[in-house]
T-cell receptor, first 116, second 113 residues
Framework: DQQVKQNSPSLSVQEGRISILNCDYT??????FLWYKKYPAEGPTFLIS?????DKNEDGRFTVFLNKSAKHLSLHIVPSQPGDSAVYFC???????????????FGKGTHLIIQP | DAGITQSPRHKVTETGTPVTLRCHQT?????MYWYRQDPGHGLRLIHY???????DKGEVSDGYSVSRSKTEDFLLTLESATSSQTSVYFC????????????FGEGSWLTVV
């Protein structure tokens, strides 16, 4: 039973436009959410996070939105750049932090392709 | 990013042989994890550790064991490798000084033939 779902395996966006990656979760006990970016042959790198007490967190070109009632979060990248082409993983954590004893539960990832 | 190194980075082994993957972190993080990444499955937690000699099972722990004798080292052992354990393995760590965000190593590619 998948608790974190990324229903779009891939997404293609033109350079300069907005990229929107979506993530849904089923476990209402999740309290902290993160996005990771992964290039081929490299480990995932932390991108941005949000606590369940917030509905938005912004860091430069990246903004994460959380809708707790819908159990949905999204990552917005504006403007999209060629270097943003990667696989993006949504992750969720029990408790109020991203790490801790239980680790993270990940979605299957969305492959974002930025076209010139 | 946390200083996490994994070894070996690539390994080919035969079915039935034991394999140990090593993870070393230099951040004095309390928590360490082993994940595997497979097509169509994303990242799945194998085992984790919340301190020296304190470990517990994750989502896909069957066929794996771990040990943590020092804060900085976390070993993953496949007692008798099977083809289903062909995967990319990522070590990760987190601690209070990182805001509890989990940071990953670069991965170990394991092929079981």
């Amino acid at each position: 039973d998948q608790q974190v779902k990324q229903n779009s395996p891939s997404l293609s966006v033109q350079e300069g436009r907005i990229s929107i990656l979506n993530c849904d979760y089923t476990n209402s006990m999740f309290d902290y959410f993160l996005w990771y970016k992964k290039y081929p042959a490299e480990g995932p790198t932390f991108l941005i996070s949000i606590s369940s007490i917030k509905d938005k967190n912004e860091d430069g070109r990246f903004t994460v939105f959380l809708n707790k009632s819908a159990k949905h979060l999204s990552l917005h990248i504006v403007p999209s750049q060629p270097g943003d082409s990667a696989v993006y993983f949504c992750a969720a954590s029990l408790g109020n932090s991203g790490g801790g004893a239980d680790g993270l539960t990940f979605g299957k990832g969305t492959h974002l392709i930025i076209q010139p | 990013d946390a200083g996490i190194t994994q070894s070996p980075r690539h390994k080919v082994t035969e079915t039935g042989t034991p394999v140990t993957l090593r993870c070393h972190q230099t951040e004095n993080h309390r928590y360490m994890y082993w994940y595997r990444q497979d097509p169509g499955h994303g990242l799945r937690l194998i085992h984790y550790s919340y301190g020296v000699k304190d470990t517990d099972k994750g989502e896909v722990s069957d066929g794996y064991s771990v040990s943590r004798s020092k804060t900085e080292d976390f070993l993953l052992t496949l007692e008798s490798a099977t083809s289903s354990q062909t995967s990319v393995y990522f070590c990760a760590s987190s601690g209070t000084d990182s805001g509890n965000t989990i940071y990953f190593g670069e991965g170990s590619w394991l092929t079981v033939v």
